[in-house]
């Protein structure tokens, strides 16, 4: 099976989010088989078209809510990355589970406080373990 599941209808309450606020949310990468589609009508001229995403979003667009994975709109690009033998969709994620998230908030693998501190100055590798410029070895 390419989908986690297959149903007709949003479980969740309607969005009502502008492209421009999808727009804000980072792409990341969801398994197929992870997801649940919301539709089961697949429209053979959007799943041929070569430019069906000429006009929309780049990315599907997914929402988790009660801790499942819904794919809220992208089925096309889904079920063509099935049959180029992908287990992959690039997609936005729209976190209904968290009241706190909202479009365009860094998610939690994106924050900084779990980056090693950067050097003042840059190490050069070859450099260490030599002497500083100008000092003189033992026996010059």
């Known amino acids: 099976m390419i989908f986690k599941g297959v ?18 949310i980072p792409p990341r990468q969801f398994r197929l088989d992870e997801l649940i589609t919301v539709t089961t009508v697949l429209a053979l001229d959007k799943l041929l078209s070569e430019d069906s995403t000429f006009y929309g979003d780049l990315f599907a667009h997914v929402v988790q809510y009660r801790g499942e994975l819904y794919l809220e709109d992208g089925l096309h690009r889904a079920v063509r990355s099935a049959l180029r033998n992908r287990t992959i ?7 209904l589970d968290d009241p706190t998230a909202h479009p365009g908030a860094p998610a939690a693998a994106e924050s900084t406080d779990r980056l ?8 050069n590798p070859r450099r260490t373990g030599r002497p500083a410029r100008g000092a003189h070895r033992a026996g010059d």
Request: glycine share 4%; no cysteine.
């Open 89 to 95: 969709v690039h997609a936005r994620l729209l976190d």
């Open 7 to 24: 149903q007709e209808g949003r479980p969740y309450p309607d969005l009502n989010l502008s492209p421009r606020e999808w727009a804000q």
């Open 116 to 123: 090693p501190p950067v050097p003042s100055r840059p190490v």
